[in-house]
C-alpha cells in the first residue's frame, strides 16, 4: 500500500542546534516533494519544493534532500530557534503530477 | 497574511442545516482545492477545480457539494452532515493546473466546522 511516513510525531530540540525531519514514502512515484510549516489552528505555508532530479535544496537556513533511491527527503532547520517550534508536513503528488498528498506531520518544539 | 481567504473562521451547524463555506483568491491561480484536515491528521483532498472545472472529486459523499462561480472563487455547500465531519476544511489554490504540475499551495486559513 502506499505510505508517507515521517518519522517521528514530536521532536524536542536545544535552541541553537539544528533540527533534522524524515519522510519516508512507500509505492509512490514522485515528481516532486515539498515541505510545508503549519501552526496550530492555521493552514499550512509552503516552505520548499525539490524535484526528482535534483538532490538538495536550500532557503535561508533551511535545506532539504531528495533521495529517490532512499524513497527519502530530509528536512533541516539549522540555528534553530524558538519560533520554528511548529508542525512540518512533507507533501509529494500520489500519482505523476497530480495534487499532493501530505504525511502526518512531526510536531518540533525548539527549548529555549 | 495569506492570500487566500475563508469564511467563516468557525461554523457551528446541526445535521439537518444547510450551510456554505466559502473562498477567494485574486493571484490569478488557475487551480483551486479543497482539503479536509481531522486533529493531529495530515489534510486530506476532497476536490480540485482546475479553470473552473470539477477535475478531481477524491469520492467524497455527496452531502459535500463544490462549486466554482468563477476562478477566484470556490464554495463548499454542506447539506445533512454527520459529527464525524466535524473538522477543519482548508481551501488552497495553485499556479498550476490541478491535474499537472500543482507546484506549491496557497492555502486558507481553514474553516473550522463542528456539527452536532
Known amino acids: 500500500s502506499q505510505k508517507i511516513e515521517q518519522n517521528s510525531e514530536a521532536l524536542n530540540i536545544q535552541e541553537g542546534k539544528t533540527a533534522t525531519l524524515t519522510c519516508n514514502y512507500t509505492n509512490y512515484s514522485p515528481a516532486y516533494l515539498q515541505w510545508y510549516r503549519q501552526d496550530p489552528g492555521r493552514g499550512p505555508v509552503f516552505l520548499l519544493l525539490i524535484r526528482e532530479n535534483e538532490k538538495e535544496k536550500r532557503k535561508e537556513r533551511l535545506k532539504v534532500t531528495f533521495d529517490t533511491t532512499l524513497k527519502q527527503s530530509l528536512f533541516h532547520i539549522t540555528a534553530s530557534q524558538p519560533a520554528d517550534s511548529a508542525t512540518y508536513l512533507c507533501a509529494l503528488d500520489s500519482r505523476r503530477n497530480t495534487p499532493l498528498v501530505f504525511g502526518k506531520g512531526t510536531r518540533l518544539s525548539v527549548i529555549a | 497574511d495569506t492570500e487566500v481567504t475563508q469564511t467563516p473562521k468557525h461554523l457551528v451547524m446541526g445535521m439537518t442545516n444547510k450551510k456554505s463555506l466559502k473562498c477567494e483568491q485574486h493571484m490569478g491561480h488557475r487551480a483551486m482545492y479543497w482539503y479536509k484536515q481531522k486533529a493531529k491528521k495530515p489534510p486530506e483532498l476532497m476536490f480540485v477545480?482546475?479553470?473552473?472545472?470539477?477535475?478531481i472529486n477524491e469520492s467524497v459523499p455527496s452531502r459535500f457539494s463544490p462549486e466554482c462561480p468563477n476562478s477566484s472563487l470556490l464554495n463548499l455547500h454542506l447539506h445533512a452532515l454527520q459529527p464525524e465531519d466535524s473538522a477543519l476544511y482548508l481551501c488552497?489554490?495553485?499556479?498550476?493546473?490541478?491535474?499537472?504540475?500543482?507546484?506549491?499551495?496557497?492555502f486558507g486559513e481553514g474553516s473550522r466546522l463542528t456539527v452536532l
Open positions: 488552497a489554490s495553485s499556479q498550476g493546473t490541478g491535474t499537472g504540475n500543482t507546484g506549491e499551495l496557497f
Open positions: 477545480y482546475s479553470y473552473e472545472k470539477l477535475s
